[in-house]
């Protein structure tokens, strides 16, 4: 059982930068940011495999960074020039099956951590 915890959200103005991150008892093949924001459903964000490739989705490209910290089993997500859009639930996810953006590939799911971001 992997057990994920996510911190760092909060409230920041547009244009502003956010670092989340997500301790994991243990790191497996892919590991994941998903946001769910008001209304919309959950959408996976950013990616990162154990071999290290990343893949975002194009709203967040040049804009948000994925990346591992094997030694400290954390995951990260620094987010810069955020935009109200972004305002969302953001969660941690962890999967063995195939790295993507579908749901039913993470078994792992954190609690979330909430970013507000005002105009």
């Known amino acids: 059982q992997v057990q994920l915890v996510e911190s760092g959200g909060g409230s920041v103005q547009s244009g502003g930068s956010l670092r989340l991150s997500c301790a994991a008892s243990?790191?497996?093949?892919?590991m994941a940011w998903f946001r769910r924001a008001p209304g919309k459903e959950r959408e996976g964000v950013a990616r990162?495999?154990?071999?290290?490739?990343?893949n975002y989705i194009d709203s967040v490209k040049g804009r948000f960074t994925i990346s591992r910290d094997n030694a400290k089993n954390t995951l990260y997500l620094q987010m810069d020039i955020v935009k109200p859009e972004d305002t969302a639930m953001y969660y941690c996810?962890?999967?063995?099956?195939?790295?993507?953006?579908?749901?039913?590939?993470?078994?792992?799911w954190g609690q979330g951590t909430q970013v507000t971001v005002s105009s």
């Open positions: 996810a962890a999967g063995t099956r195939f790295c993507s953006y579908r749901e039913e590939d993470f078994a792992y």
């Open positions: 243990e790191f497996i093949y892919c």
């Open positions: 990162i495999s154990s071999y290290g490739t990343t």
